[in-house]
């Protein structure tokens, strides 16, 4: 897990072998900029944009940022 309160940076990564070979990824990748809540990549069975609206967090709150800027208008999210 990688949190830092500074930059306001957060990640869960996982880091083990798969079998002979080392592997280390991103489960979910998050950045709070500008008081809105960024997705920066979501590798969750349930995703984080659910959780965070049952948590009460509105969708003009929550920026799906692994979307292009582009698309982003089409979700119900914020676009930045």
Known sequence: MV???ERDHYQVIY???????RVCSSVVHI???NDKI???YDGC???V???L???GI???MIVLGFHPEEVRQYTGFAVY
């Open 15 to 21: 880091v083990g072998w798969d079998d002979i070979r």
């Open 49 to 51: 944009a659910e959780a």
């Open 53 to 55: 609206l049952e948590a």
């Open 38 to 40: 960024w997705i920066q």
């Open 58 to 60: 509105t969708k003009d």
């Open 45 to 47: 069975s349930q995703p």
């Open 31 to 33: 950045d709070i900029i």
């Open 3 to 5: 949190i830092d309160t």
